[in-house]
């Protein structure tokens, strides 16, 4: 969530102005939110933004009396996210053999992501997991995380682990992995 602060005041001698009826705009692009409150009896206000999960960029945001017209843009924010495609894997491996693939990684928004890192997380003592990813998510782009699998289990046994892969704008997804060894 994003908070949103901010004060009321009278236009005509910029005095603070409490218990007004504020609109606060949120824009990225042709698409635009509002979220309305209230200031308090210290004429600040606030309001939450919560962007769904696929939102990410570059967003502006914007104060003003609910009847306004035009509300001039005042500040703006980031927000940095991806998505892997398949958001999880379910892999049948056979003991021994590698098992390779390929996961999208598509930037949500425009900004670039940087230091792309995958891991490997909580995989059992007999399974080796080998991923590669490029070091930069270009803004609204794929990458392809490649990932091996090698298992030295006896069959018919399943395991689940995770695959995370974060970056140095602190966005990260884990990516669930089932696999049946057969």
Do not use: M, W
Request: aromatic share 6%; hydrophobic share 35%.
């Amino acid at each position: 969530p994003i908070t949103i602060e901010g004060e009321t005041y009278n236009t005509a001698d910029s005095t603070p102005a409490p218990y007004q009826r504020v609109s606060v705009l949120i824009q990225k692009g042709p698409f635009r939110r509002t979220l309305n409150t209230f200031s308090l009896g210290d004429a600040r206000f606030s309001a939450t933004f919560q962007p769904l999960p696929t939102e990410a960029g570059v967003y502006t945001i914007g104060a003003g009396h609910p009847l306004a017209n035009l509300v001039a843009d005042q500040d703006q924010f980031a927000l940095y996210g991806f998505r892997p495609n398949p958001e999880e894997l379910n892999l049948r491996a056979v003991p021994n053999e590698p098992l390779s693939g390929q996961i999208q990684l598509r930037n949500l928004g425009e900004l670039d992501l940087t230091q792309l890192q995958a891991t490997a997380l909580d995989t059992p003592e007999d399974v080796s997991v080998q991923l590669s990813v490029p070091s930069t998510l270009p803004g609204s782009t794929n990458v392809t995380l490649e990932y091996t699998v090698t298992t030295t289990r006896t069959p018919h046994a399943r395991c689940t682990f995770d695959l995370n892969v974060a970056t140095d704008e602190g966005v990260s997804v884990e990516i669930p992995v089932k696999l049946e060894i057969v």
